[in-house]
């Protein structure tokens, strides 16, 4: 096994894995319990729109650091040179755990439950419960195989998915739009955010901020990615604006297709996948279903990303001794990290089979927000320490990091506050915190990186 990963990505790679990382269950779920809670669609709106200015801040911030460091390892490495080797393995294991893990395991889930619909309910006795979670093992097996396989085809495979996520989102929001037998009605609907809003539009922004996630993505490439100083931030930033404008469509098309007031009256379980509501009130139940199942389809995309990202990361500690050895090192004829893509699937595996995709969303979510604002303060050193020269700085700096940080905390605080979500946030603080006798227990990392081959 070799321990020098090749530069063999280019710009579109960085905006591909950027845009299929933050375009996964989010988009197709948060909304509909937003809405469900205020009944304000103008709320909804500006919630997404505050979302995507906390993640354009977060990149920017990112874009700066990765280009500081422009190596294998993303959050894990910009913790270990900020704040030092007990907070980087720290990170580094909540991140292995709630920023890929989790996820792939929430976005395979929904994306079986999206293929499957409505004839999962058909099938007798336990096999509801088997066949989807057992399926999402499948999906996420396939897509650990396809980036183990080679650069190039690990490249293909990201952009294939992710062009196909893209064109179904847009074709939504397009054929929503114009031949959807929605109303511009439900727009005339709430306004400013009455005073009963605030804390669930605050205990939504996790939600939200957990749709955003992703928007670092290129930033686990920067060892792999040609020039990394020019190219990027621009993966970084542009990949986060198309997201956000995408994201702003697709609540457009839900609110458009859903009465605002009569969608407070469903349950929870009704407006979870908002998507296919929203499609079945445009279309009817018949096209609903095909585009839940291309719905499904699409969401390959993110399991792909969160693969391809999240096993660099392992790549990064296993090399400092803070992963097991098997992760560290590359293929020396298919250059791809194998070790490091097995881990993450196999847990991600695990997860996939323990809980409901709700119960596993509360649990990621929470502890995701939490690790990405420690990881967003570590520019203030960084900042500091390795600023001058480098090749991309942040605009009006520091308030992007401040913004992150800001907000983080808000929405945190909002869902500790609120009892029925208390454990699950609990639950996942907690899960960065076994990371701090982690720290104590493992190797220190090295404070050395093996020379990166141009």
């Not at 093992?137 to 897509?143: D, E, Q, T, Y």
């Not at 490091?340 to 997860?351: E, H, K, M, P």
């Not at 639950?427 to 050395?448: D, E, F, N, Q, R």
Request: proline share 6%; charged share 10%.
């Amino acid at each position: 096994m070799s321990t020098e990963p090749r530069r063999a990505y280019g710009l579109s790679t960085g905006i591909y894995v950027v845009v299929a990382s933050m375009v996964g269950a989010g988009i197709l779920t948060t909304s509909g319990y937003t809405l469900r809670e205020t009944g304000n669609p103008w709320s909804l709106l500006a919630l997404w729109a505050v979302g995507g200015l906390m993640a354009l801040a977060g990149a920017l911030t990112i874009a700066e650091m990765a280009t500081m460091l422009p190596r294998v390892g993303g959050d894990y490495l910009f913790a270990r040179e900020a704040f030092g080797p007990g907070t980087a393995i720290m990170v580094g294991w909540a991140t292995f755990i709630l920023g890929f893990a989790a996820p792939i395991a929430v976005i395979a889930r929904l994306a079986t439950s999206y293929m499957l619909g409505d004839w999962l309910a058909l099938l007798p006795g336990p096999w509801p419960a088997i066949l989807e979670p057992g399926l999402a093992v499948i999906l996420i097996a396939a897509c650990a195989c396809a980036h183990a396989f080679s650069h190039n085809h690990s490249a293909s495979t990201q952009a294939t998915t992710t062009v196909i996520k893209l064109a179904i989102l847009s074709g939504m929001v397009m054929a929503g739009l114009t031949l959807g037998t929605g109303s511009w009605a439900h727009f005339r609907v709430g306004g400013w955010p009455a005073s009963t809003e605030w804390m669930p539009l605050a205990s939504s922004l996790i939600y939200v901020s957990y749709a955003y996630a992703g928007w670092n993505g290129a930033a686990y490439l920067a060892g792999e990615i040609r020039d990394p100083g020019r190219l990027l931030p621009r993966a970084l930033v542009g990949g986060c604006l198309l997201v956000t404008l995408l994201y702003l469509a697709m609540n457009t098309v839900y609110i458009f297709a859903i009465d605002p007031v009569a969608i407070t009256a469903m349950s929870p379980g009704e407006v979870g996948r908002v998507a296919e509501l929203a499609m079945t009130n445009l279309f009817g139940s018949g096209v609903a279903r095909s585009i839940s199942v291309i719905l499904g389809v699409g969401m390959v995309a993110s399991v792909s990303a969160y693969l391809m990202s999240g096993s660099r990361v392992l790549v990064a500690m296993a090399a400092d001794g803070a992963f097991f050895s098997m992760a560290g090192g590359w293929h020396p004829t298919r250059g791809t990290p194998i070790g490091a893509i097995v881990s993450l699937a196999l847990v991600a595996c695990i997860l996939a089979c323990s809980g409901s995709f709700l119960q596993l969303l509360d649990y990621t979510s929470t502890g995701l927000t939490a690790v990405s604002a420690l990881v967003v303060a570590g520019i203030f050193p960084l900042h500091q320490r390795l600023g001058r020269g480098v090749a991309f700085r942040m605009p009006l700096y520091p308030l992007p990091p401040l913004i992150v940080l800001g907000l983080s905390i808000w929405t945190i605080t909002a869902v500790l506050m609120q009892e029925e979500k208390q454990i699950p946030a609990l639950l996942s603080l907690a899960t960065i915190a076994v990371g701090v006798p982690l720290a104590g227990w493992l190797k220190k990392p090295a404070t050395t990186e093996p020379e990166i081959r141009a």
